[in-house]
C-alpha cells in the first residue's frame, strides 16, 4: 500500500494501540488552526481502511466548547464494529455511523435474489450483473436488496497531504470485482480550514465501455444540544419521491410537490419535532453558481451547519432522521433510489452520470457553520 506522506496531518500514532487499524488501516487526523472565538471547525477524522469513511467532524462551538458534530461510536467501538463479516457483509456497518462515501451508486437498487441469498442479479447499462443483497426491511420477508455502492470496506491508498490540514487518497476500484460495467478509479480530497470543510470526490472510467456512476455522502449530523424536537430543516426542494412504506423505503416512481405538506422545508427552516423522515427531496432550487443549499439549526446550541453541493450533478437529498435518534441523515446524491428500474421511473433521468471511457465525473460538498438568526 502506498505510504502517506504527512506534512502535519496526522496518522493516529500516539494513541493506544487498538486505535491503529479500523478495517486494516490506520485513521487519518486533519487538523485546522484559528484564533478565532466564534464557531470554527478543528478536526476532521477519516477512515481510508472503509472506503474513506468522513468518520468525526469537531467544531469549537460559544459556550459549548468542541462538539462532535457527526454522531459515531468511538474508534475503538468502530475497529470492532467494522471487520468485513458476519452482518457487516460487504461493508454494510460503514454507513450506519459516521460519513460514507457511496459510489457508484447512493441508495438502492432492487433486483433478483439469487438462491445463496446473498446477491441479487440486476440489469446495469445493458449488463446482467450480480450485486450484494446487503439490506433490507426489518418486517419479516422484507425484500433483499442492494444499498449504497461498492466501497464501503474498500482499503484506499493515502498519497500525499500538506499542512495538516488536507488529505488525498485514491481506489483502483477495477470493475468493483466485477459487479460493475467498467473499471473505475475513486480519488477522494478533503480540505480543513477553520471556515470549511470541503469534501472531493472523482470517478474515472478507465475501461473500456461507457459506465454509469452516482455519487452520494452519507453523514449523520448530531444535534450538539441533544434536543432533536427543536432542531430545524432547511432543504432546497420543491419535490419527494413517495415509498412503499418505511421500512423497505423502495420508491414508487411518483414525485409530488411538498409545498403545503408536512415534508415542505422549502421556503423557511421549520423544525423536525415528531416527525418521522427517510425521504429522497429533489427538485432543487440553486443559487446562480448552480450550488444547492441545506441547513441545520439547533437553536438550542445557537449551531448552525450548512451543507453545500456545489456540483450540478447533485440532483438530490436524501433525509433520514427519526424521531428517537439525536441526529439527521442529510445526504446530498447524484441520483434517485433504484435509478436502473425503468418500470417505475420510465424516461426519466434518476440522476446516474454515464461516463465513456476516459472520462471523469466530480462530485463537491462543502460545510460552513453559521450562529442560527435569533427569532
Same mark, same amino acid.
Given at each position: 500500500?502506498?505510504?502517506? #506522506? ?17 478495517? +486494516?488501516?490506520?485513521? %487519518?487526523?486533519?487538523?485546522?488552526? /484559528? ?29 459549548? +466548547?468542541?462538539?462532535?458534530?457527526? *454522531?459515531?461510536?468511538? &474508534?475503538?467501538?468502530?475497529? @470492532? ?18 460519513? #460514507?462515501?457511496?459510489?457508484? =451508486? ?22 446482467? %450483473? ?19 455502492? &461498492?466501497? %464501503?470496506? !474498500? ?19 477495477? !470493475?468493483? @470485482? ?32 461507457? !459506465?454509469?456512476?452516482?455519487?452520494? =455522502?452519507?453523514?449523520?449530523? *448530531? ?7 427543536? *432542531?430545524?430543516? !432547511? ?23 411538498? *409545498? ?50 456545489? /456540483?450540478?450533478?447533485?440532483? /438530490? ?12 441523515? %442529510? ?20 440522476? $446516474?452520470? $454515464?461516463?465513456?471511457?476516459?472520462? /471523469?465525473? #466530480?462530485?463537491?460538498?462543502? &460545510?460552513? &457553520? ?6
Amino acid at each position: 500500500m502506498a505510504v502517506l #506522506a504527512l506534512c502535519g496531518a496526522q496518522q493516529v500514532q500516539n494513541r493506544p494501540a487498538r486505535l491503529q487499524n479500523v478495517g +486494516g488501516e490506520p485513521p %487519518l487526523i486533519l487538523r485546522a488552526k /484559528s484564533t478565532s472565538s466564534g464557531p470554527h471547525f478543528t478536526e476532521v477524522v477519516l477512515l481510508p481502511g472503509r472506503g474513506m469513511n468522513v468518520f468525526q467532524i469537531k467544531a469549537f462551538i460559544p459556550g459549548l +466548547g468542541e462538539q462532535d458534530l457527526i *454522531a459515531s461510536p468511538s &474508534l475503538t467501538v468502530a475497529a @470492532q464494529e467494522l471487520t468485513g463479516s458476519g452482518d457487516d457483509f460487504a461493508g454494510v456497518k460503514s454507513f450506519k455511523f459516521g460519513g #460514507a462515501i457511496l459510489v457508484p =451508486w447512493a441508495n438502492r437498487i432492487r433486483g433478483r435474489l439469487m438462491p445463496d441469498g446473498q446477491w441479487i442479479k440486476t440489469e446495469i447499462a445493458g449488463h446482467q %450483473l450480480t450485486l450484494p443483497a446487503d439490506w433490507s426491511g426489518k418486517k419479516p420477508g422484507a425484500e433483499k436488496h442492494a444499498i449504497h455502492g &461498492l466501497i %464501503l470496506e !474498500s482499503k484506499f491508498q493515502p498519497t500525499a497531504a500538506s499542512g495538516g490540514d488536507t488529505a488525498h487518497a485514491v481506489l483502483h476500484a477495477g !470493475s468493483f @470485482q466485477g459487479h460493475w460495467p467498467s473499471t473505475t478509479e475513486v480519488a477522494v480530497d478533503v480540505a480543513l480550514s477553520a471556515a470549511a470543510i470541503d469534501i472531493r470526490v472523482t470517478a474515472k472510467n478507465t475501461g473500456q465501455e461507457a !459506465s454509469p456512476i452516482g455519487i452520494g =455522502w452519507h453523514p449523520y449530523f *448530531a444535534f450538539p444540544s441533544g434536543k432533536r424536537q427543536q *432542531a430545524e430543516l !432547511s432543504l432546497p426542494a420543491r419535490q419527494r419521491t413517495v415509498v412503499n412504506n418505511y421500512d423497505d423505503v423502495f420508491p414508487t416512481g411518483q414525485v409530488v410537490p411538498v *409545498a403545503g405538506t408536512e415534508y415542505d422545508f422549502f421556503d423557511k427552516p421549520r423544525a423536525l419535532g415528531q416527525q418521522y423522515l427517510d425521504d429522497c427531496f429533489l427538485d432543487l432550487a440553486r443559487r446562480d453558481d448552480g450550488a444547492v443549499v441545506a441547513e441545520i439549526a439547533d437553536r438550542a446550541a445557537k449551531y448552525g451547519l450548512r451543507i453545500v453541493g456545489l /456540483s450540478r450533478e447533485i440532483e /438530490s437529498f436524501q433525509v433520514y432522521a427519526p424521531p428517537d435518534k439525536q441526529f439527521v441523515a %442529510l445526504e446530498p446524491q447524484f441520483n434517485l433510489a433504484d435509478p436502473f428500474n425503468r418500470k417505475i421511473w420510465g424516461n426519466r433521468d434518476t440522476g $446516474m452520470v $454515464m461516463l465513456k471511457p476516459g472520462e /471523469s465525473v #466530480a462530485y463537491h460538498v462543502r &460545510l460552513e &457553520l453559521f450562529t442560527p438568526a435569533a427569532k
